[in-house]
Structures are given as C-alpha cells and as structure tokens.
C-alpha cells in the first residue's frame, strides 16, 4: 500500500516539513490542502507537495498520516472539518504554538483526547512565510515538542517521532502540555507582548521626534518579534494567558524594582540586575557574550 | 604645521573612527591614549594609530582635535585629567551615548560648556569591542548626532562636521542636547531595560524548567542587547534618567493595557494594539514586515 501523508496548510512550517519528508524518502506521496489556493498552487508548482486537494474530506483519503499546520487559531475548525472523515487507523498532529488550547480544541470536538492525535511543536521559523519560503532543512537540528496525553497510543507518538526526527532532522522533545506552555510563555510569548507593548510606545512620539532616522541595530533586533502577523499572536497570547497572565505581571515587578532603583540612583542595584541578565542570557542562548553598540575600552 | 588628531579611547568606536579618518587623509597624524596598555599595544600594532601616548598630557600637546571615546560614565573624570593641558585652539568632541550629562560634567569641570568642545553621539556599534575590533566602514551612511550648546563656537562644529562626514562618510544630525536624550531613551535605552528585565525572569525559573533548549530566534535577537556591558549601561539609565523615568512609566501603562485584554479576552483590542505596533517598526525600521517564526498561511 502506499504510504500518504496529508498536510492541511502548507505555509511556511508545513511546507518545510513537506520538503524534508521528500527529501527523506519517508512516505510514498505527499498532499496538501490550503484555504489560500494561490499558495496551494503554489506549492504544487515548487514540488512541495504531489497533490493538491481542494477539500479536506478528499485529503483524508487514505492518508497514513495528516499534519495540521495551520495556526493555532484555526485549529479548532479545522479539527471540527475533519471529524466526520476521522480515520481511527490514521495518525493525526499539529503544529500550533500553545499545546493545552489543542487539547482543549480535540475534547470540545471529540469529547476526549483521541488515541491517534499526536499534538506537537517545532521550535523554529524563519522571518518569511507560505509554501514560497519553505525549505527542507528548516528543521534541522531544531527542537521540536510533543505534548502525548495518558490516552495517546504509543505507535502513534512513534510514527510523529519518526516524522520529525528521520524525517526532518529535527531533536524531538516529550513533555507535559503545561509544561510546555509555560517554557514558551516564557520565551516566545511574553517577549512578543514585551516588544509590542515597546513599540507602540514610539508611535505616539514619532512625529515630533522622528526615532526612524535613530534606531540602530538593537532596536531592530529587539523589535523584529513587534512584525509578526497580529492576529496569530493575539490567538497565541489568548490561548495561552494562563501562564502568560502571572509572567507578565513577575515582569512589571521586575520593572518596577528597575524603576526604584533608577529613581534613587543605585548603581549598584542596576549592576547586579543587568549583569545577572547578561550572565543569565549567556547560560541560555551560549557562545560568548556579545556588547551591545559603543561599548569602548574604559579609559579610567 | 602638522594635522594631529588624538584618540582618548581606542576601542571599537575611537579605532573605527581612527581607521576611517586614516583612510580618509584626514590628518597627518593620529595618536592614542588607553588605560588598557595591552589593547593601546594592539592599536599601534594594528595600524588603527601611529603614536601610542602613555600619559594625558602628552596626548594633549599639539593636537588640533582631540576625540573623547569612553564610555559616558567616566567622561568627567577624563575632563578633569584634560583640564589642565586644556588649549583653547584645539577641538574637543566626545562620543558618550547620553548628552545632557556630558554638557553637566563640562559644566562641572570648567564652569561652563567651553566654546571649543562639541558633544557628539555616533548612532552605530557592533557587537564586538576593543581596537581589534575597529574597521573604518562603522560610520558609514550611519547617523551621527551632534549636540552644540550657545556658547559653542561654528568653527568648532565645522570641524567635527568634517571629522564624522567627510572623514567617517557618516550622516551628521544637529540638535539640542534633551532632543537627543528623549530619542535614545526611547531608541535605545528603554529597549536595554526591557531586555534586561526580560531576562531576568527566565533566571528564576530555567533550572526546573530548563528553558535554554527552547529558545527560538526571536528570542535571541529580543535578548541580544541584555548581553550589554552592565556597568556602562547602568552609568548610561542613570545619566538620562530625567527621559527614562517617564518612559518607563509609559511602557507599564502599555503592558498594563495588554494585560487588562488578556485578561479580559479581548482579542480585537490586542489585535489592534499588535497591529499599530508592527506598522509602527515598518514605519521607524522600514523595509518589508517579517513574520515571526510558524506563520502559517490560513486554511480557513
């Protein structure tokens, strides 16, 4: 029988899975569906996928494995578009950014965490999107997050690891669904809000001052995450405020005791904080510590 | 007469703008002074000066424009060494990222903002320090900011004019000393504390969690500046607290906003918030809008 996988949306991180899939040999045929048929077009013209279909219940058909790599937002009709066509020997998964709001979405659907759905996460992205930007070693070497329940099969995690690990090169992670909520509230989600939150701050006083001509590469840096699409990120950050909400306001502590001590001129105080930040991004993000623009030798 | 330039600093920032007015034939000669003898050593070595000086004074003598380039956080001291070799026919020009607090500490020092010394800020930096780090393209089309008081006299400005753009191929800017603090606590200096603050967070939870696996490029670039020099930064949120304080105020009230949403569920007000946020970075950073990392083109 030939083996078939199934993607439903092939955008950038659907499309990059497609790609490596290909590219490793790993399933006999490859389909997608996508709502955006321009994109869908798209990647049936690059090779990213051998089939397009232009419904879901047709994409089902006979698929051995269906990747759902839509945004988390969207994942709750899809699972309610696809139930009647549920396949019992099929394995299913996801890509969504948040994993407890896709547990939520299979039991509002289905009643209980199906057997055969795998939830998962890669932890990784480029700055561009759609099945025009996708590339095979997206993945690589990257880590990607499944978040199994009590009552997911075991064959079925195998085949998601095998999809990711053989098939795209990626490191592949288990853990609990909050578990990983909390780790990417804390590194993704609040840093979005955080930049956000920044930038709209320079749009009130743009006019009289002009920042544009100003901002050097920090700001471009640290506000690139302020670009990403609005309403992904707002369905990212509602569906995951349970350990988003209590990160935030640990955050505005933090600033308010950064604020005290600017306001009394405790140098030391500042130093302590922001070296231990820097000591503390070195032991998350490694290599060496990079400096930030003008540093210059002390003279003194 | 010999043209004699002299570097008081020649790390990233004093050596790239050694190395560019070497290239550009814009003095005679270009010595330089550093409390670090290893990297005045390697400045000499590296060609970025021709005289290595080993006191103050020396530097001093017969020098038509002397660039002070350290950190904000001990100009004064350095003003204090210089005073008693100051020459009124010479030109004295900083590089310190605040400006206000350089106009206070030449106040200080001699009791007035002396005609022959122009405050400046270069706009541009690396990731890297030292003089081992400095190349002469660093100010390249970059912006560089200028802060001349009253008293200062056109001449004096002429002269570090020419220095950053005939010499540098910088863009030289003109505007007053608060003008420029109020952008760059707002371009830089706020980034700097919300990226510290940031960081800080993750410190507290990483070991039960171990974040440091799942930490995504828009991680990295958001926390790239949190890996800044702490003392220097401390010295620079301290030096333009007058501008940092209120903005800082402002930045809660907009996490406040963003919190009063999430909590709330308000997805239409946070897609608005995000929204105006990413067209202001298109509008302040320009370019095309990025994605952020698994956007995925919609399938409903």
Redo the contacts between chains.
Sequence with gaps: MKQRIAF???????GSLALAVRQAGLYDEICG????LD?LQLALELGVIDDAMSSIHEILESAQLVVI???VG?IK??LQ?IKPYWNSDCVYTD?G?TKQSVIHDLQDVFGELPANFVPG???????????GAAFAELYRNK?V?LTPGQSTSESAVQRVRELWGQGAGAIV?EMPAD?HD???A???H?????????????????DD???????????????????????????I??AN?EY??P??????R???H??SC??Q?D?QQ?????????????????GN????????????
């Design positions: 439903i949306g092939v955008g950038l991180i659907g569906f996508d709502s955006d994109n790599a839509t945004p969207v009709p899809v578009a890509v950014s996460h890669p932890v990784a992205g480029t700055e561009q999107s759609g099945s880590h997050i992670n578990h909390q780790i990417l804390a590194t993704s609040l840093p979005h809000i955080a930049a956000f939150a920044l930038v709209n701050l320079l749009s009130k006083n743009n001052l002009d920042y544009s001509r100003f901002t050097a590469g920090g700001f471009k840096d640290f506000t690139r995450i302020a670009s990403s699409d609005s309403e992904m990120w707002s369905d950050c509602l405020r988003l909400l990160l935030l306001k640990d955050y505005q933090e600033l308010d950064l604020l600017l306001k001129g140098k500042l130093m302590s904080r922001f070296s231990n930040a820097r000591k503390t991004r070195q032991h998350l993000v490694g510590i990079d400096q930030s623009r003008n540093t210059t030798v002390e003279t003194t």
